[in-house]
């Protein structure tokens, strides 16, 4: 299986409302990623977690909340969200992370909409 | 700060001809990657190089790396309407933290 699944494809929510996106991998991979990507823009970084534990937040604001639960698992909590926070979601995950690089294998994404 | 600069930023052309897009990048890195995205999908690999020098080639795509010039290029030969998309460079910073180009908008025209 060499897939990064992603539910739900599509999300559309109230900046007051509370959701959960979600991410599995069952690569054997060690380290997964969050990405945010706006129109006509490329991916940014968020977050890294290697071995289930954050290694990386690239600041974001704490409205975005992730969680490593087990080592194929990877949600991201939103809460209080802003229109601006629109945008392509996308996970991604590799074989490691610490130390070298490895390809990274993204998923589908999850196209969030704030109204 | 690591900056990677693709160009052009958009490019049409017509099938059947050749182009390249270019990636520069602003520090030492010897790990550059190529993603294919169609609007609103995900990111699909194109290509991964790893070394000065690597090659690599998959149907009409070519692309080549050289670390010292920081420059790598991707080369469209004789290209078909299938190959209309947006194409990103990446260079890796540490640790698999992926600094991406602006990306490329190809349009191939019948």
């Known amino acids: 299986d060499t897939e990064v699944t992603q539910t739900p494809k599509h999300l559309v929510m109230g900046m007051t409302n509370k959701k959960s996106l979600k991410c599995e991998q069952h690569?054997?991979?060690?380290?997964m990623y969050w990405y945010k990507q706006k129109a006509k823009k490329p991916p940014e970084l968020m977050f890294v977690?290697?071995?289930?534990?954050?290694?990386i937040n690239e600041s974001v604001p704490s409205r975005f909340s992730p969680e490593c639960p087990n080592s194929s698992l990877l949600n991201l909590h939103l809460h209080a969200l802003q229109p601006e926070d629109s945008a392509l979601y996308l996970c991604?995950?590799?074989?490691?992370?610490?130390?070298?690089?490895?390809?990274?294998?993204f998923g589908p994404g999850t196209r969030l909409t704030v109204t | 700060e690591l900056k990677v600069e693709q160009n052009p930023l958009f490019l049409s052309m017509q099938e059947g001809k050749n182009y390249t897009i270019y990636c520069n990048y602003s520090?030492?890195?010897?790990?550059l990657y190529w993603y294919r995205q169609d609007p609103g999908k995900s990111l699909e690999s194109l290509f991964v190089?790893?070394?000065?020098?690597a090659v690599k080639q998959e149907g009409r795509l070519m692309a080549s790396l050289d670390t010292k010039a920081r420059l790598s290029t991707l080369h469209i030969t004789a290209a078909v309407h299938d190959l209309s998309a947006t194409y990103f460079c990446?260079?890796?910073?540490?640790?698999?933290?992926?600094?991406f180009g602006e990306g490329t908008q190809l349009t191939v025209n019948p």
């Open positions: 991604a995950s590799s074989q490691d992370q610490a130390g070298r690089s490895y390809e990274q294998y």
């Open positions: 690569m054997g991979h060690r380290a």
């Open positions: 977690y290697s071995y289930e534990k954050l290694s």
């Open positions: 520090t030492t890195s010897d790990r």
């Open positions: 190089l790893l070394s000065n020098g």
């Open positions: 990446a260079v890796d910073r540490w640790g698999s933290r992926l600094t």
